[in-house]
T-cell receptor, first 115, second 113 residues
Framework: NAGVTQTPKFQVLKTGQSMTLQCAQD?????MYWYRQDPGMGLRLIYY???????DKGEVPNGYNVSRLNKREFSLRLESAAPSQTSVYFC??????????????FGEGSWLTVV | SQQGEEDPQALSIQEGENATMNCSYK?????LQWYRQNSGRGLVHLIL?????REKHSGRLRVTLDTSKKSSSLLITASRAADTASYFC?????????????FGSGTRLQVQP
């Protein structure tokens, strides 16, 4: 049981380049999330998907787009990378909504550096 | 803005001592969760406490919740070097219809062997 798998693990981008972070979960969860973690800032919600076919903005959505491809997969796209997007990105999932007391399961993170 | 804020930001103790971390939040919640993050890894769920509960135990973990003060504490008893990690509280977000969690900035715990 792999849980939440996200790729790539590490990526260096040049300013203005685009890339997609891939995420898949094998727990048949309905809800999926993308967070970013910056030093001393905790985790900030970028986008979330409460169920297949729906996506909603979180706290810091600017500069990002998401796609809930199917129930298993939730990708995060940076259309034109900026140095401010240098961060560690975490994909996560939960059976129901996190706010209802469901445990959120996290991937191992993707370290992104924009130069 | 961050819903949960942990205190202290960093804590260093000796093995065998107890570690207490505090979390404050701003708006009403349905539940509060604590997560742990080892260096370079993803977060792992530790324990959940609902708004109608005051205290909960799980092994060496004890969590309290005071909704009148909008605060929670996580106590790790008889700490071990393996408890070295960052600890985060998380609360349900009203602005997402309580469908997502807001995480605090975390407490970095160092347990000296």
């Amino acid at each position: 049981n792999a849980g939440v798998t996200q790729t790539p693990k590490f990526q260096v981008l040049k300013t203005g380049q685009s890339m997609t972070l891939q995420c898949a979960q094998d727990m048949n969860h309905n809800s999926m999330y993308w967070y970013r973690q910056d030093p001393g800032m905790g985790l900030r919600l970028i986008y979330y998907s409460a169920s297949e076919g729906t996506t909603d903005k979180g706290e810091v959505p600017n500069g990002y787009n998401v796609s809930r491809l199917n129930k298993r997969e939730f990708s995060l796209r940076l259309e034109s990378a900026a140095p401010s997007q240098t961060s560690v990105y975490f994909c996560a999932s939960s059976e129901g909504s996190g706010g209802s007391g469901n445990t959120i399961y996290f991937g191992e993170g993707s370290w992104l550096t924009v130069v | 803005s961050q819903q949960g804020e942990e205190d202290p930001q960093a804590l260093s103790i000796q093995e065998g001592e107890n570690a207490t971390m505090n979390c404050s939040y701003k708006t009403s919640i349905n539940n509060l969760q604590w997560y742990r993050q080892n260096s370079g890894r993803g977060l792992v769920h530790l324990i959940l406490i609902r708004s109608n509960e005051r205290e909960k135990h799980s092994g060496r973990l004890r969590v309290t919740l005071d909704t009148s003060k909008k605060s929670s504490s996580l106590l790790i008893t008889a700490s071990r070097a393996a408890d070295t990690a960052s600890y985060f509280c998380a609360t349900d977000r009203m602005d997402t219809g309580r469908r997502a969690l807001t995480f605090g900035s975390g407490t970095r715990l160092q347990v000296q062997p």
